[in-house]
């Protein structure tokens, strides 16, 4: 059996799944690797210790976003469970390492990409959880986990290098200069397989601080209280409820364009100085 690699995907957000270029290039790397036997996938959406495993029958998918057309709440994926990796995951880690959440399906940092590589769901698939956002224990946690690649497991992490929704500059300018920098040097580091250089990111990642020194915020949890986005945005859970919303209650008022509007919900969610989170 061929030993399967590891992937990091940058999933964004489910409207990447209306990206042709993007699926395609998801689907494309699907096809050039060995066809895994499961699926371990591991998403940024998705912080519990100790490592916690998901559902290993179909349940259904976590919809862990707001705002979007409705079509994308309507996307299915109906994998079948990994039970048998769980029992593996257990055996490698430890049955005091390890919990249990049955009844949590996939959330979208996992299915989204897979509906791009593996659009046919037949593939065992099991999430588990990100036990720490510390370096150090998460390499080892990759070590534990590795023989998985040799037994016909294909193992994905699923998130972004750098992340900050107030940073986007929404009408397609270029990306920010820091984001862009700390990019290349974790690119420059991951082809010389330098993890010792990766973990130390927040001292040596490149940038004008403000890279690193949002993460390192992420990575401290400074988070505010989350404060309901439907009061604090808009007053309304969806584009198409906000735009019924102002038409009946404001309609003397110009409606706000659809980037805006998501824009406004994430700062009414996270707080304007608060860390970055995908939908």
Same mark, same amino acid.
């Given at each position: 059996?061929?030993?399967?690699?590891?992937?990091?995907v940058a999933?964004g957000?489910?409207l990447?799944l209306d990206?042709?270029a993007?699926v395609d290039e998801?689907?494309?790397?699907?096809?050039?690797i060995?066809?895994p036997d499961?699926i371990l996938?591991?998403?940024a959406?998705?912080?519990?210790?100790?490592v916690?495993?998901?559902?290993t029958?179909?349940?259904?998918?976590?919809?862990?976003?707001s705002?979007?057309?409705?079509?994308?709440y309507?996307v299915p994926?109906?994998c079948?469970?990994a039970p048998?990796?769980a029992?593996r995951?257990r055996?490698?880690?430890g049955?005091?390492h390890?919990?249990?959440e049955?009844e949590?399906?996939l959330?979208?940092g996992?299915?989204?990409?897979?509906?791009?590589?593996?659009?046919?769901?037949d593939v065992?698939?099991l999430?588990?959880?990100?036990p720490?956002l510390? *370096?150090?224990?998460?390499l080892e946690l990759?070590?534990?986990?590795?023989?998985l690649r040799?037994?016909g497991t294909?193992?994905?992490g699923?998130?972004?290098l750098?992340?900050?929704l107030?940073?986007?500059d929404?009408?397609?300018?270029?990306? *920010?200069?820091?984001?862009?920098?700390?990019?290349?040097?974790?690119?420059?580091?991951i082809?010389?397989?330098?993890?010792?250089?990766?973990?130390?990111?927040r001292a040596?990642g490149?940038?004008?601080?403000?890279?690193?020194?949002l993460?390192?915020?992420r990575?401290?949890?400074?988070?505010r209280?989350l404060r309901?986005a439907l009061?604090r945005a808009?007053g309304?859970?969806?584009y198409?409820?906000y735009?019924?919303?102002?038409?009946?209650?404001?309609?003397?008022?110009?409606p706000l364009a659809?980037?805006?509007?998501?824009?406004?919900r994430?700062?009414?969610?996270?707080?304007?100085?608060?860390?970055?989170?995908?939908?």
């Amino acid at each position: 059996m061929a030993r399967m690699p590891v992937l990091f995907v940058a999933h964004g957000s489910p409207l990447l799944l209306d990206d042709e270029a993007w699926v395609d290039e998801l689907r494309a790397w699907a096809v050039a690797i060995p066809r895994p036997d499961s699926i371990l996938m591991i998403s940024a959406h998705w912080e519990r210790a100790p490592v916690t495993i998901g559902a290993t029958k179909p349940v259904p998918l976590i919809r862990d976003f707001s705002g979007f057309p409705e079509k994308h709440y309507q996307v299915p994926y109906p994998c079948p469970g990994a039970p048998a990796l769980a029992d593996r995951v257990r055996t490698i880690l430890g049955p005091t390492h390890v919990d249990d959440e049955p009844e949590r399906g996939l959330d979208h940092g996992a299915y989204v990409p897979l509906v791009a590589m593996y659009p046919d769901a037949d593939v065992p698939v099991l999430q588990i959880s990100l036990p720490t956002l510390e *370096p150090a224990p998460l390499l080892e946690l990759g070590r534990k986990l590795a023989p998985l690649r040799d037994e016909g497991t294909l193992i994905v992490g699923s998130g972004f290098l750098t992340h900050n929704l107030r940073a986007i500059d929404w009408s397609g300018g270029p990306p *920010p200069e820091w984001a862009v920098a700390f990019d290349a040097w974790a690119a420059a580091a991951i082809s010389k397989h330098d993890t010792q250089e990766l973990s130390q990111y927040r001292a040596r990642g490149p940038g004008d601080g403000r890279g690193a020194g949002l993460m390192r915020a992420r990575l401290a949890r400074t988070l505010r209280l989350l404060r309901d986005a439907l009061a604090r945005a808009v007053g309304t859970p969806d584009y198409a409820a906000y735009l019924e919303h102002e038409r009946a209650h404001h309609p003397e008022r110009a409606p706000l364009a659809y980037a805006e509007f998501f824009r406004r919900r994430q700062d009414a969610r996270y707080g304007a100085e608060g860390p970055p989170r995908c939908c």
